[in-house]
């Protein structure tokens, strides 16, 4: 193996530059020459690559966003779209391939590999966490510890005001981000896509909350069946009268910032191993986390099966607002 290239593909997360310093550095390490992808599919239908050295990836381990830009290239959907990015892998001699994103990159990434026969090692970088197959996703405890920052700031406000704040967090269909944000914000109530809520009980259970606290956090999954904090607004406000209710929806800052320790250690792991496991001989298979451990599972299963929260998170929100 003389040259692997690498992208990223799919919504940025942090932690994403980590993982391509990581594989440059350990591609250098074994004498591989690493050719970095830009825009993720786009560059390889583009034919937007580049040699990669050591100073392409020094100072970027804390840096959010991705230094080799990502998209969401849905020619790629397209065979005769994949055929020129076959060609252009094949004449830059390109004998491996390291994709980082979500599922929408490994279904790319499966697909190219079955058509032109160059292995490829997918990482589940995200914020969403909703990757089967991994514990984690790179991307996701920054993402989270952003949400639970800016939910701390809109407490403070909420509490001087007596509000009751619908704050509307990322995670697509899933709702790890919010689950676990409401744990560990102390939010007083959650709605995420896995479970179909329950209005009346969420009225209730905020008339009940202000008769000792006289301001709430319900945290909003975007995916969630209502159709988000805007939406849920509208139909509940007319039950809550005498309520000052209000939206807010964090959005793309969610996706930024300097990522963790645990995401900076995360995509340093997943991206050397990448390139061990090229070394190894290994294809179409996806790099995750248990526990403390790298595992693999091949990248058709992560493509098709879908991680959900422990939603026993729920029971334990309910035990830490229960007020007599
Ligand atoms: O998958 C990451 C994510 O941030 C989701 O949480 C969100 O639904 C989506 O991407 C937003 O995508 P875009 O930035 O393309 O609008």
Known sequence: MKRIALLT???DSPGMNAAIRAIVKTCLFYNIV?????????????????????????NIIHTGGTIIG????LEFKEKETR?????????????GLVVIGGDGTFTGATI??????????GIPGTIDNDIYGTDHTIGYDTALNTVISAVDKIRDTASSHHRIFFIEVMGRHAGFIAINAAVASGAESVLIPEEVPDLNKLVAQIQHQNKGKRSSIIIVAEGEQEGGSLELINKVSPMLEGFDLRPTVLGHIQRGGSPSAFDR??????????????????????????GDNLITTSLEAAMKLHSVPDLDRLVLLKKMLTRF
């Open 112 to 121: 190219l590999s079955s058509e032109m026969g160059i292995p490829v090692i």
């Open 34 to 58: 690493p050719v970095g992808i830009r825009d993720g599919y786009k560059g390889m239908v583009n034919n937007d690559m580049f040699d990669m050295s050591y100073s392409d990836v020094d």
């Open 265 to 290: 250690i995360l995509a340093t792991r997943m991206g050397s191993f990448a390139v061990e496991l090229l070394l190894d001989g290994q294809n179409s298979i996806m790099i995750g986390s248990s």
């Open 83 to 95: 055929l020129i990015a076959i060609k252009n892998l094949k004449e830059n001699l390109i004998d």
């Open 70 to 73: 990502s998209s969401r290239c």
């Open 9 to 11: 593909s799919g919504g």
